[in-house]
């Protein structure tokens, strides 16, 4: 964890992007800390950055998030990823959105 926060802020203080990869690591990391609310405002930049990290890592985030009473982060990721990502790479967001027991979200609210 240490080590990719330091990659991280590291690659910001240059001037660099971190990429996809850079982003996995952190969420996941932060996931394994149980600091579900901070790996979710990594998710967050790595949206405005079109560098969002693969769907094991975002589950494992969702996951914490909703076992934490997170409901409004764990819809709106599910809404980003909804707007982000095409219907035939969707199924298991859906079937995620079921098993946490939460309706399906409307892409089109904020």
């Known amino acids: 964890m240490v080590e990719a926060k330091k990659v991280h802020d590291e690659l910001g203080s240059k001037g660099y992007n971190p990429n996809m990869t850079a982003f996995r690591t952190l969420v996941f990391h932060l996931c394994e800390q149980g600091r579900y609310v901070i790996?979710?405002?990594v998710f967050k930049e790595s949206?405005?950055?079109c560098k969002i990290p693969d769907f094991n890592t975002l589950k494992y985030l969702v996951e914490g998030l909703a076992m934490n009473g997170r409901t409004n982060e764990v819809k709106a990721m599910i809404r980003t990823m909804n707007k982000k990502f095409p219907p035939n790479l969707l199924n298991a967001w859906g079937k995620?959105?079921?098993d946490l027991g939460l309706a399906p979200i409307d892409t089109n609210s904020t």
């Open 96 to 98: 995620l959105v079921e």
């Open 39 to 41: 790996g979710y405002k």
């Open 47 to 49: 949206v405005k950055l």
